[in-house]
Nanobody
Framework: VQLQASGGGLVQPGGSLRLSCAAS????????IGWFRQAPGKEREGVSC????????YYADSVKGRFTISRDNAKNTVYLQMNSLKPEDTAVYYC??????????????????????WGKGTLVTVSS
């Protein structure tokens, strides 16, 4: 299983970015997949997750209304559309996959150490 994250970069406050996570060696059926981030000196945190079993999603309070997670079955890819970016969104963003939908997307997003597979991070810097 490989997860390839891309789409990070430098953006001004208020700007937008779209992160992509392409999965190979695993179809995105009945799994939980999501985005996590880690800022310097801070613990990794769940940003948004989606359960591909029922399509349910979870968003951290800090990104609700600004970020949207989506899935393209044909491309086996999950996206994170990030709008109205703030300097505090600056972090390395990782996509991760859990081979289960037994618990909710909210549950798995809250316990990053329980995820089964991780992609390499992509850096998002929000600065003027």
């Amino acid at each position: 299983v490989q997860l390839q994250a891309s789409g990070g970069g430098l953006v001004q406050p208020g700007g937008s970015l779209r992160l992509s996570c392409a999965a190979s060696g695993f179809t995105l059926d009945y799994v939980t997949i999501g985005w996590f981030r880690q800022a310097p000196g801070k613990e990794r945190e769940g940003v948004s997750c989606i359960s591909t079993g029922d399509g349910s999603t979870y968003y951290a309070d800090s990104v609700k209304g600004r970020f949207t997670i989506s899935r393209d079955n044909a491309k086996n890819t999950v996206y994170l559309q990030m709008n109205s970016l703030k300097p505090e969104d600056t972090a390395v963003y990782y996509c991760a996959l859990k081979g289960s939908v037994y618990y909710s997307a909210r549950y798995y997003c809250g316990y990053y150490y329980g995820m089964d597979y991780w992609g390499k991070g992509t850096l998002v810097t929000v600065s003027s």
